[in-house]
């Protein structure tokens, strides 16, 4: 309220306060002429504190449907971030799954080309046994001979 209509409403006031009591009763005389020219005053104080109230009213309004734009902004902002992160995050275990497969396959793939290498190794052996087997009893054979022949008396 406008310091000037409190002002008014406190003359007003002491006016009836201080007004004479009427005999035997609660009423008082005012003057008339003195509480019709607080009223008037009051009167011409209210256009002007009408229209700050609905200055502050329309301010009030406005930072109001300021304060909820932005409040949408941010809580849509934060669903937007939260929805990144479940994506990125699900993205991360995606991929976490899919290493976790290659590496298995890769482990798998390993132990069998190992496995093929130990093999044909055992294979070339054996095929190196035999052929060693075929040139040792060719060596004998030869030896044989040779033996045979540097025998005394022949």
């Known amino acids: 309220m406008d310091e000037g209509l409190t002002t008014i409403l406190l003359e007003i006031e002491r006016a009836v306060q201080q007004a004479r009591t009427m005999p035997m009763s609660s009423s008082v005389l005012v003057s008339r002429a003195e509480l019709l020219e607080l009223v008037e005053q009051a009167r011409a104080a209210l256009p002007d504190q009408l229209g700050r109230a609905d200055e502050l009213l ?9 304060a909820s734009a932005q409040a949408e902004q941010i809580v849509a902002a934060a669903r937007e971030r939260a929805a990144e992160l479940v994506s990125s ?16 396959a890769a482990e798998a793939t390993a ?14 052996l054996a095929d190196f046994e035999i052929d060693l087997g075929r040139v040792a009893a ?10 045979g022949r540097l025998a005394p008396g022949d």
């Not at 132990?111 to 070339?124: G, I, M, S, T, W």
């Not at 060719?138 to 033996?147: I, P, S």
């Open 58 to 66: 329309a301010g009030a309004d406005e930072v109001l449907v300021s």
């Open 89 to 104: 995050d699900q993205v991360a275990v995606a991929a976490r799954a899919r290493a976790q497969e290659i590496e298995t």
């Open 111 to 124: 132990q069998r080309l190992r496995h093929e290498a130990d093999d044909y190794c055992d294979r070339r």
């Open 138 to 147: 060719q060596v004998q054979a030869g030896r044989a001979k040779l033996a």
